[in-house]
C-alpha cells in the first residue's frame, strides 16, 4: 500500500530558528494536508495543498506541494515554544483515503 | 472548518468488555472517519461511516470487533469490542468539509486493562 516518509523524526530547536521538514512518497498524490498534534489533543489542520507547486502559508507556516507529486514540505519560522508538538502530513489520490505520515516530533529549547 | 466533540475524553475499561465512543460535528457532513492512533504512533484508518450506508473497513479492522453506527449526518458511534490490553489506544473520529480537508475530533483515549 501507499506509504508516507517524514523527516526528520524528531528535531530540537532553539527558539527563533526556523523549521523545515518534509515528507515523500512513492506515489503521487493529488492533495497533501500538514497537521499539528499536541499532547491529549486531536490533530489540527494547519495547510491544505491543492496543485503541484503550489506554495502555501498560515502565519509562520509556510508548505509546499512539491512538482513531482510525491512529496511536500512544511517550514516554520522564528519558532517558539508552543510550536512543540508532533506534525503530520496526510497525501491523498484521487478516490482514495488519505495516509499518513510517521510524523515529525519538534521540540523547542528556550 | 468543523467543531467535533467526542464522548467519553478517556476510559479505563476491563478486558472482555465492550466501549461505545459517541462522535458529533456541529454540521451535516457526508462522510466521517474512524481512526486509530495507538502510543507514539502514526493515525491508521479502521472505517469509513457514511449516513445511509455500511461502514467501509480498512484491512485488519472488522465489524464484529469495531461496529459503527451512522443514525444521521451530524452523529457516529464506534464500539469496541470484547476489549483486549492490545485495544488500548487513542479512537480518534474525523470529518470531511469542503475540498478535501479533513478535521478531526479531541480523541477517546481508552486504557484496557
Known amino acids: 500500500g501507499q506509504q508516507l516518509n517524514q523527516s526528520p523524526q524528531s528535531m530540537f530547536i532553539q527558539e527563533g530558528e526556523d523549521v523545515s521538514m518534509n515528507c515523500t512518497s512513492s506515489?503521487?498524490?493529488?492533495?497533501w494536508l500538514w497537521y499539528k498534534q499536541d499532547p491529549g489533543e486531536g490533530p489540527v489542520l494547519l495547510i491544505a495543498?491543492?496543485?503541484?507547486?503550489e506554495l502555501t502559508s498560515n502565519g509562520r507556516l509556510t508548505a509546499q506541494f512539491g512538482i513531482t507529486r510525491k512529496d511536500s514540505f512544511l517550514n516554520i519560522s522564528a519558532s517558539i515554544p508552543s510550536d512543540v508538538g508532533i506534525y503530520f502530513c496526510a497525501g491523498r489520490r484521487y478516490g482514495q483515503n488519505f495516509v499518513f505520515g510517521p510524523g515529525t516530533r519538534l521540540s523547542v529549547l528556550p | 472548518s468543523a467543531v467535533i466533540s467526542q464522548k467519553p475524553s478517556r476510559d479505563i475499561c476491563q478486558r472482555g468488555t465492550s466501549l461505545t465512543i459517541q462522535c458529533q460535528v456541529d454540521s451535516q457532513v457526508t462522510m466521517m472517519f474512524w481512526y486509530r492512533q495507538q502510543p507514539g504512533q502514526s493515525l491508521t484508518l479502521i472505517a469509513t461511516a457514511n449516513q445511509g450506508s455500511e461502514a467501509t473497513y480498512e484491512s485488519g479492522f472488522v465489524i464484529d470487533k469495531f461496529p459503527i453506527s451512522r443514525p444521521n449526518l451530524t452523529f457516529s458511534t464506534l464500539t469496541v469490542s470484547n476489549m483486549s490490553p492490545e485495544d488500548s489506544s487513542i479512537y480518534l473520529c474525523?470529518?470531511?468539509?469542503?475540498?478535501?480537508?479533513?478535521?478531526f475530533g479531541p480523541g477517546t483515549r481508552l486504557t484496557v486493562t
Open positions: 495543498l491543492y496543485k503541484a507547486g
Open positions: 474525523s470529518v470531511e468539509i469542503g475540498d478535501n480537508e479533513q478535521y
Open positions: 506515489s503521487i498524490f493529488n492533495t
